[in-house]
């Protein structure tokens, strides 16, 4: 079945930086699209970013472009959330995702 595992979420400083992943399972993660949400209290889930199955097309979240990078390695079946310059309004569960099938989230805090 399929599974998603994320990772490297915690507490950092504004302007900091973290990497989130995601390794995924039960699928041919090479063929597919994935995606990073994210969830901040009393607010709805957005769209964070996204690659394709070759990492050669990327979109970002205007909040985030410049700030945020996504990557993915296919022989490790992971996908990265590289961020940086963190900001307080950044803080939020993430989430993986491979079309219908979320992860199960990370904490990311961004608090002085």
């Known amino acids: 079945q399929v599974q998603l595992a994320e990772s490297g979420g915690g507490l950092v400083q504004p302007g900091g930086s973290l990497r989130l992943s995601c390794t995924a399972s039960?699928?041919?993660?090479?063929?597919?699209?994935m995606g990073w949400y994210r969830q901040a209290p009393g607010k709805e889930r957005e769209l964070v970013a996204s690659i394709n199955w070759s990492g050669g097309s990327t979109l970002y979240a205007d909040s985030v472009k410049g700030r945020f990078t996504i990557s993915r390695d296919n022989a490790k079946n992971t996908v990265y959330l590289q961020m940086s310059s963190l900001k307080p309004e950044d803080t939020a569960v993430y989430y993986c995702?491979?079309?219908?099938?979320w992860g199960q989230g990370t904490q990311v805090t961004v608090s002085s």
């Open positions: 995702r491979y079309r219908e099938y």
């Open positions: 039960g699928f041919t993660f090479s063929n597919y699209a």
